[in-house]
């Protein structure tokens, strides 16, 4: 026979009372107890049968030995074996015969897309637009060649990678070391006259004998760059860390040293070439 429900008054408390309130120790609802034991019996077995217990180097393996891991690359292995024909088409295929083989665009298009969103967007942004200190890469201004073959290289060797033997380089020094700040003053006006904005013409009257005696050796007698050397063209509306005043003024005496990674150990030969393809049809290069 059921038990009769007790009223509040049956209840035993926990002899605790304060200001005439007394704590009921009553018992927990049998359907809650009996859900509370089945999560304990459930995590047990779990621990048993799969990854779970945190070590110094890794986890528990479980019995069953499943991975997350394991299961991303067998679907990134099946994948590749797929894709392992025209992978090789596309190895065999000179990069600037691609876009005759209507596959072979397609397929390079959608993969260097997947390659920058996971590799490149971060630093050149999800557009390929570029940032402060990033190059915008749908313009036709580029330091070290813009054609499908320059960007294979770039992209291998990476711009002043300590670690590629073959990276880009080029290195312009800090002339804060080397100049007076008035020196300084009138290059960075000479600067702003090259590239066609409001300047001091005072100060830029000195400007050309200074940027002859230390500029141009890079960037050109005339200011145009030199490509060989990574030197930027000083004469358009390009800039890659600002072209104002204050902005030339720190470069001069500062320097910059950006650096990008050289690709060629991180993702694959075919990875390189569909992002260069992708890269180049977005609407800049050469």
């Known amino acids: 026979m059921r038990k009769p429900k007790l009223s509040d008054e049956d209840y035993p408390t926990t002899g605790h009372e304060w200001d005439g309130i007394r704590e009921y120790d009553k018992p927990m609802p049998r359907w809650w107890l009996w859900t509370f034991y089945a999560t304990i019996l459930f995590a047990l077995v779990y621990v048993v049968f799969y990854p779970a217990i945190p070590l ?8 069953l030995g ?23 088409r596309l190895l065999d295929t000179p990069i600037g015969d691609l876009g005759a083989d209507p ?4 397929y390079a298009t959608a993969g260097g897309a997947a390659v920058f969103r996971t590799y490149c967007s971060q630093c050149h942004g999800a557009g390929a637009q ?10 036709d201004d580029w330091l070290w060649g813009g054609d499908l073959e320059a960007i294979v290289l770039t992209l291998k060797h990476g711009i002043r990678d300590d670690g590629d033997d073959d990276t880009r380089f ?13 020196e300084i003053d009138a290059l960075t006006q000479y600067v702003l006259s090259l590239s066609g904005q409001d300047h001091d013409a005072d100060l830029a009257a000195a400007g ?5 005696e230390n500029c141009a050796s890079c960037h ?8 060989e050397q990574g030197a930027p063209n000083l ?9 104002d005043a204050e902005t030339i003024g720190h470069t001069i005496t500062f320097s910059r040293y950006g650096m990008m990674p050289a690709w060629n150990t991180r993702i694959s030969e075919a990875q390189i070439k569909q992002v260069a393809f992708y890269v180049h049809q977005l609407g800049g290069g050469e």
């Open 56 to 63: 110094v180097n890794g986890a528990t393996p479980g019995v």
């Open 170 to 182: 080029s290195q312009m020094p800090a002339f804060g070391d080397i100049l007076e700040t008035g």
């Open 66 to 88: 499943w991975s997350t891991r394991a299961d991303l690359a067998a679907e990134v292995e099946a994948v590749s074996l797929r894709n392992a024909d025209i992978d090789q």
């Open 208 to 212: 050309p004998v200074l940027f002859e």
């Open 130 to 139: 570029g940032a402060k200190g990033y190059p915008n890469l749908q313009d």
């Open 103 to 106: 596959d072979l665009t397609r």
């Open 220 to 227: 050109g007698e005339t200011g145009l760059g030199e490509r």
């Open 235 to 243: 004469t358009d509306a390009i800039w890659l860390f600002g072209g």
